[in-house]
Nanobody, 121 residues
Framework: QVHLVESGGGLVQAGGSLRLSCAAS????????MGWYRQAPGKQRDLVAG???????DYADSVKGRFTISRDNAKNTLYLQMNSLKPEDTAVYYC???????????????WGQGTQVTVDS
């Protein structure tokens, strides 16, 4: 089981930026597709962005042009650069290993604790 630790969340004004990090344990990070998800209160957990082992990237329509997913395999770390933040981006953000089936990204069973992002209008 891979251990995932998210960090970098916080309170930011609308229009501001945050950079989230996800540190992964183990030696197989570079082989895994990874994704960032978010869950707002009372809503389901949705994919925000995904990146495959070979660098294929996909974004939710709501964050395209504002968020950038990246990975540093040497550091076993996944990143999410979030710019032009909006109040509707407020959520707990999680990372996870994913399996990409065509256009569908399926997350793994085990989740980290997440990191809270709050965007104040």
């Amino acid at each position: 089981q891979v251990h995932l630790v998210e960090s970098g969340g916080g309170l930011v004004q609308a229009g501001g930026s945050l950079r989230l990090s996800c540190a992964a344990s183990g030696s197989t990070f570079r082989l895994n597709s990874m994704g960032w998800y978010r869950q707002a209160p009372g809503k389901q957990r949705d994919l925000v962005a995904g990146i495959t082992a070979d660098g294929t990237i996909d974004y939710a329509d709501s964050v395209k042009g504002r968020f950038t997913i990246s990975r540093d395999n040497a550091k076993n770390t996944l990143y999410l650069q979030m710019n032009s933040l909006k109040p509707e981006d407020t959520a707990v953000y999680y990372c996870n290993i994913v399996v990409k089936h065509g256009a569908i990204w399926v997350p793994g069973l085990y989740w980290g604790q997440g990191t809270q992002v709050t965007v104040d209008s």
